[in-house]
Structures are given as C-alpha cells and as structure tokens.
C-alpha cells in the first residue's frame, strides 16, 4: 500500500510538472481542475535518528492524524519518501485555502514536537484525484 501511494503521487507530480505554467485559467488536457495544496514533509528542527519508545510514540500519533485527516476528507494523499533523505514525505490537501492547510500540518504531533516540519505549495490538478479503497480481499 505505501509503494503504491509512493508511485500514485510521483505519477502526479510528474504529469503536474509538464503542465508548468498551467493556472486556474488553463486546462492542460481537457480536464476539470481544482487546487490542492501539496505539504513536502522534512525532518524538523528535533529530528532525531534514535529510535525510542518516545519517537515511537510520535511516529504513532502522526500516523493517527493522518488517518484521521484522510477520514475527513482533507488529505487526499500522503507517504514517505524512502530514500532517507531530509525530505521525508508529502501531504496532499483538498481545502479552500492555504491557511486550512497549514493548520492541518500543524495539527500533526510530529509537527507541533518539532520532529518534522511541512512546507506547502498549491498545485494545480484533475479534479477529484485521490487513491481508491482498497477492495475486499486485499487486492487493489
């Protein structure tokens, strides 16, 4: 499930990147089009590499707000990145502004413990993007 978040969104933000310069006034390939705003996840000001019962604790709760976001129908997408870089993952919201956003990035325990910080960008894309429920039986 998460390579397939992973794959999900680098598909988009490969197919946002040859629309470059497409706004709310341009339609690059016939389709309706909204706004999300794309949250790139870093390691924050406290980030640690020891793996604690603390840091799993907040690794846990972060994992909480996000299925608890994605249930309320603002986050669209997230997952991590897998390289081990600084750059750690990404959100994708569907609110009204960027605002709405950012006060849902800092609702995350790992945000508000300085564990990771989230820089967001509005993006431009198909209206109704999203990842399917998984099917009963496991498959996809």
């Known amino acids: 499930m998460r ?9 988009m ?19 309706e089009m909204e706004t999300y705003y794309v949250g790139l996840i870093y390691r924050g000001p406290s980030w640690t590499p020891e793996q604690t019962p603390e840091t799993a604790a907040l690794q846990e709760a972060h994992l909480a707000n996000i299925r608890r976001l994605a249930g309320s129908g603002t986050l669209v ?3 991590p990145f897998t390289d081990g870089g600084d750059l750690r993952g990404m959100f994708v919201f569907h609110v009204g502004t960027i605002e709405e956003a950012a006060a849902l990035c800092d609702s995350d325990p790992a945000v508000k413990a300085g564990r990771l910080r989230v820089e967001l960008h509005p993006w431009y894309s198909a209206k109704g993007i999203g990842v399917a429920a998984k099917a009963e039986g496991g498959a996809q």
Request: proline fraction near 6%; hydrophobic fraction near 50%.
């Open 13 to 31: 933000l490969f197919a946002a990147a040859g629309a470059a310069g497409a706004g709310p006034e341009e339609d690059p390939g016939n389709h």
């Open 77 to 79: 997408l997230a997952g």
């Open 3 to 11: 390579k397939s978040l992973i794959v999900l969104a680098a598909g």
